[in-house]
């Protein structure tokens, strides 16, 4: 199938499927007599896996890794399941440091009086060192 039918498929758009080839995620996709990109059912499913994975917050390397671990017949299912709890580990600091972030907001937004005043403890702590 030509690249905008791989793109349909997939739900990947043909520019990120071009990217994803650029960057060795996905193999260099076949090509017709006239140059056009030719994607097979597998190459499609591969898309589908990375967009998957995407979704879920995985970064390049570690859909590189995945895509290889899923390739991998004789492969461990623990290094799968080391690569899932990393980025497990990854998305819980992430969700800490926003908490903290809006914790300090919120404290922020509520000593703001919010009136006709210049005065506002928000400006004062980002103008603060």
């Known amino acids: 199938m030509t690249i905008g ?3 349909k498929t997939s739900g990947v758009n043909a520019k990120l499927i ?7 995620l996905i193999p260099q996709a076949g090509r017709t007599a006239s ?11 591969v ?3 990375v967009k998957r994975a995407r ?3 995985f970064g390049i390397e570690q859909i590189q890794t995945l895509v290889g671990l899923w390739r991998d017949r004789s492969r ?4 799968v399941k080391r690569v899932a709890q990393a980025h497990i580990d990854e998305l819980e600091a992430k969700i800490a440091e926003l908490a903290a972030m809006r914790d300090s907001l919120r404290e922020l937004a509520d000593a703001c009086h919010g009136d006709d005043r ?4 928000i400006l004062r702590d980002l103008a603060g060192p």
């Open 118 to 121: 210049p005065d506002c403890p």
């Open 35 to 45: 140059g056009y990109r030719v994607y097979s059912p597998a190459e499609v499913n």
């Open 47 to 49: 898309l589908r896996f």
């Open 18 to 24: 071009r990217y994803y080839e650029s960057i060795g």
């Open 55 to 57: 979704g879920l917050g």
């Open 76 to 79: 461990a299912s623990a290094e």
């Open 5 to 7: 039918d791989a793109a």
